[in-house]
């Protein structure tokens, strides 16, 4: 390969060419290619630019410039079932004796979420314990990482992690490059939720809220480890969103992102704010690429949002109209190259 | 005033010169100035260059660089009571009848601490629900606020927020130089630390964690509040301290500084964690210039933290040896200066 006679110096005068210059050429850039043009696209952008402007009356300092993210059907999907009930299923399947009632577990073992349902709340805390109660969050964390790395999706066959929203990775990088910090907040179970927020969207550990059981502090071994206690101590869905928030974070968000009713507590406290404030719900109306759901859905009903979304001036994303793509096909396409490469690779280590 | 001819071209390369070169001129310079050189200042820097050295073997990514820290009697003193009860006691005062016992409502009005201590933790309940509970969030916080700019320590007579420790003030400045994100774990409640912590430690309400009590969501009026409700619902001390980082920041620290037994189990559970570990105890040791307590004292007992010490190799702080400085005598004399200047200037506005 040849080496161009003017690269050592070309490198670093590049790099000055990017700090001094390169900020107004990336934000000519479109800084959501999986977004079609219109209102909704443009409402974002134009709420992001006033926000960071500072010659604008909207501009809010950048301490101030907090971003909440739900998690199911927000920034991945959510049917046909939260992706974290299917690793407490796929954990609770032959379970130890005596940990399930032996009718629920038949239901477990035939994936027969009717009979499940039915049995209410604690039929579902059981179930949920039998992998998420008792065992320290390490172990807990490494277990969820095994199980994210084998399972896949009931219908699309794809590994759950590929099941995130591309316009939404988008959008969060999008925030974080306008000095944004971005956060998520879940209904799901903040343990669950730390073991792959970093790599599938790059909020870290401290970013992440949702919902909590309550640790007990244990010295077996001579060392102290946190056992996860088989309860709920917050559920962190409906009103308890602002609640977990004023708590975590001592302060309304700017920007507030959900796709249900269960968001809808945290999109209405922060649009309260006084100044400027976005509230965005996602609705899924999109049948061919995913699933479309409002409503009636058992699953992320998303009913008095969009009686509110108007007079709140929330915007409502159209999955169907306003998103050039769901998932990364190309991400997966590339994905299951290199696994084919990978077979490939043992095929012929092995031979 | 004359206005120097290159006086356009010399500032932009004096910026460019900073960012060039300002790093390693900074780094020549002590960081710590209000603290005796020694081992414990010797250890504190070595560690904090190991962990951000990228050719150490004990580098730390620059995520994971956590520096947790106590706050009373850590990062500003904790005696005769702690800062909180202060208030507490004060707006107890004059409580609307039936809001305490007789007996204690008059405890209270002589500051009598014995009396209000032999009533146990319910006693100290009422008179904390007095002024923080059973109103929003944002209205507690005003009341703090307001106290705060008006309250005098009953020994020093300083606004208490200026009895902040002022190498503990260069530690935090230090480490976020340093790429360490800085948080508060306090045994006080998060809402009242949060009034504060941001003018005086730099931590933004964002990084304060503390006691929480439950949280409830009112719609009065129209809009969503936040009512604090009269319990408890994390007690953020002792064992309560590593709970609270786990659950809220979902991973160990690197850095846990803190003063009493209530910080050893925070110390504990940071230290045991694999790779590069600090714990640091601030021992008070200065009866001149502050106050001299440990294993014996009621508030803010250090006895089991000495005992480990040495075992888990963590840092004693000997305030009357390490510390130069324990108050900024600066920053007091200036703000009394401005006072008298306040003074003046009202005296001749009403001329």
């Known amino acids: 390969m040849r080496k161009h006679r003017f690269s050592n110096i070309a490198i670093p005068l590049a790099v000055v060419w990017l700090s001094l210059f390169g900020l107004p050429v990336l934000a ?17 952008i134009d709420f992001v630019k006033a926000t960071t402007d500072p010659g ?10 907090i971003a909440v993210f739900d998690n199911d059907g927000t920034l991945w999907s959510e049917q046909p079932y939260y992706f974290q009930l299917a690793y407490a299923l796929d954990r609770a399947e032959g ?5 399930l009632s032996d009718s629920l577990q038949t239901a477990v073992d035939d994936h027969d979420l009717a009979t499940i349902l039915a049995g209410g709340n604690q039929s579902l805390l059981d179930i949920v314990n039998v992998s998420h109660a008792g065992m320290s969050v390490e172990a807990f964390q490494n277990d969820v990482g095994d199980w994210l790395a084998e399972a896949r999706h009931p219908v699309t066959g794809l590994p759950y992690t590929e099941m995130v929203f591309q316009p939404m990775l988008e959008l969060l990088v999008y925030l974080r490059d306008a000095g944004y910090a971005t956060y998520i907040v879940s209904g799901g179970g903040v343990d669950f ?5 970093e790599d599938a969207y790059g909020i870290p550990p401290q970013n992440v809220m949702g919902s909590t059981g309550n640790l ?3 010295r077996e071994g001579g060392e102290i480890t946190l056992v996860k206690q088989g309860d709920i101590a917050g559920l962190d869905d409906g009103d308890g969103k602002p609640i977990t928030i004023q708590r975590t974070l001592g302060q309304r968000p700017i920007i507030a992102v959900g796709n249900s009713d269960g968001d809808v507590p945290m999109l209405t406290w922060t649009s309260e704010g006084s100044g400027p404030r976005l509230g965005v719900l ?19 009903k998303l009913d008095q949002g969009l009686d509110e979304a108007e007079q709140r001036q929330w915007v409502v994303v159209d999955m169907a109209e306003d998103w050039r793509t769901v998932y990364d096909q190309t991400l997966n396409e ?4 290199e696994q084919s490469q990978g077979e490939t690779a043992r095929h012929e280590g092995s031979q």
């Open 28 to 44: 000519l850039a479109d800084p959501l290619p999986s977004w079609e043009a219109g209102e909704h696209k443009s409402a974002i």
């Open 95 to 99: 379970a130890p004796p005596g940990a």
């Open 334 to 337: 590339q994905t299951q190259s």
């Open 56 to 65: 604008s009356g909207d501009f809010v300092p950048q301490q101030q410039r």
């Open 193 to 197: 939720m730390r073991v792959f927020a």
């Open 282 to 300: 996602i609705h899924h109306t999109d049948d061919a690429r995913e699933v479309a759901y409002d409503r009636e859905s058992s699953i992320g």
């Open 216 to 218: 007990a502090v244990s």
